[in-house]
C-alpha cells in the first residue's frame, strides 16, 4: 500500500511540475521587452531669424532591462518641403555624460544625430533627459517648421549578464512645431499730401456735412460690416501676413507621465505593432503549453484516482 500511495504522489508531483514549466515559461516570455515613451519641451511656437531655442528630450523606460543608447537623432522639416533639408539650420547636441556642447552631424531629409564617445545607459524602466540646441540662421526660410524625434536611434538592449535580447517592443515619434517669423521689412515713407497715393481723409457730399456717412444722413440703416470667417486651422502655425498681430500661443508640454504604463496617452503613442523580438514568441504556441498542462494534469489526478480505486477494488493486492 505505500508504494502505490509514494507512486500516486510521485504521478501527481510530475504532472504539476510538467504544467507549470509549460504554462510559466510562456507567460514569462509573454512580458516583453518594453517600450519607451518621450516627451519634448521647449519649443516655442514663433522664432524670429537669427534666434533659436533649446529642445529637452525625457525618454522614459518601461523596458526590465539595461537600454545601452548608442545614437540620438531628430528631424527638422519645413511645411513648404516636407521630404528636403531645410536651409539656415544650426543643431548642437548637449553630451548626456559630459554635459559639453557638441555640433551634430547632418543627414538626408533634414535628419541631425549624435553618438556619444560612450554609449548612454537607461537603468531598467529609468529615465534620461537630454538636450539639443536649434538657431535659424537670418536666412532661414519663414513658414512652418516640425521637429520630430524616436527618442533614441541606436541602441543595445541588455540583460543583467550583458547579454543582447533583441528589440523594443515599441516606441513613441513625439512632434513639436514651431515657426520662423518673416524679417521686417523697410518702413514706407508716408507720401504728400495732394498725391494718388495720399489718404483724402473724410469727403464731404452734396448736402451732408463732412464726416458723415450717406446712409446716416438720408435715414436709412447702417448695414452692419460682414464679419470675417475665422482663419482655418492646421495644426501648425502657418507665418504671419503683413498686418496681422501676433498672438500668444501656448508651450508645449514639458512634463513626461511618471508611470508610463498607466498613462492613457501611451496608448495612442506607442506602435501598435509588436517589436521583432516580440514576434519570436507566437501566441499560438503559447495556447498549445496551456492546452498541454492543463491536460497533464487531468492525465495525472486520473492516474492516481484509477490507482486508488484499484486498492479499494483489492485491498489484498
Known amino acids: 500500500m505505500a508504494r502505490r500511495v509514494i507512486r500516486t504522489a510521485a504521478v501527481l508531483l510530475g504532472s504539476l511540475l510538467f504544467a507549470g514549466f509549460w504554462t510559466v515559461a510562456p507567460a514569462a516570455a509573454a512580458q516583453g521587452t518594453g517600450t519607451i515613451v518621450t516627451s519634448i519641451g521647449g519649443v516655442p511656437a514663433k522664432v524670429a531669424p537669427g534666434d533659436g531655442f533649446t529642445a ?12 545601452l543608447v548608442r545614437t540620438l537623432a531628430l528631424t527638422l522639416t519645413h511645411d513648404a518641403a516636407p521630404d528636403a533639408a531645410p536651409d539656415g539650420l544650426a543643431v548642437q547636441w548637449q553630451d548626456p555624460a559630459t554635459g559639453a556642447w557638441q555640433d551634430s552631424d547632418t543627414h538626408g531629409a533634414g535628419a541631425w544625430a549624435f553618438s556619444p564617445a560612450e554609449p548612454v545607459v537607461i537603468a531598467p524602466r529609468g529615465t534620461l533627459t537630454y538636450r539639443a540646441r536649434v538657431t535659424l540662421e537670418p536666412a532661414a526660410a519663414s513658414g512652418a517648421y516640425l ?6 536611434a541606436a541602441y543595445t538592449l541588455v540583460d543583467g549578464t550583458g547579454r543582447d535580447v533583441g528589440l523594443l517592443d515599441g516606441h513613441n515619434r513625439p512632434q513639436a512645431g514651431f515657426r520662423c517669423l518673416s524679417a521686417p521689412g523697410p518702413s514706407g515713407t508716408p507720401a504728400p499730401t495732394g498725391s494718388a497715393g495720399a489718404d483724402p481723409g473724410p469727403s464731404a457730399t452734396a448736402g451732408v456735412p463732412a464726416g458723415t456717412e450717406p ?3 438720408s435715414g436709412l440703416p ?12 492646421f495644426g501648425i502655425a502657418l507665418a504671419l501676413s503683413p498686418g496681422e498681430e501676433e498672438t500668444p500661443d501656448p508651450e508645449p508640454a514639458t512634463t513626461a507621465p511618471s508611470d508610463p504604463s498607466r498613462s492613457p496617452v501611451v496608448a495612442a503613442a506607442l506602435d501598435t505593432g509588436p517589436g521583432p523580438y516580440a514576434a519570436a514568441q507566437p501566441r499560438t504556441a503559447s ?7 492543463v491536460t497533464a494534469i487531468v492525465v495525472g489526478f ?6 486508488l480505486v484499484r486498492r479499494h477494488a483489492h485491498p489484498d493486492a
Open 215 to 217: 446712409a446716416a444722413a
Open 56 to 67: 529637452t528630450f525625457t525618454v522614459v523606460s518601461t523596458s526590465r532591462y539595461r537600454l
Open 287 to 293: 495556447t498549445l503549453r496551456l492546452a498541454f498542462g
Open 147 to 152: 521637429l520630430e524625434t524616436d527618442g533614441v
Open 222 to 233: 447702417i448695414p452692419a460690416p460682414p464679419s470675417e470667417p475665422p482663419a482655418p486651422s
Open 302 to 307: 486520473a492516474m492516481g484516482t484509477a490507482l
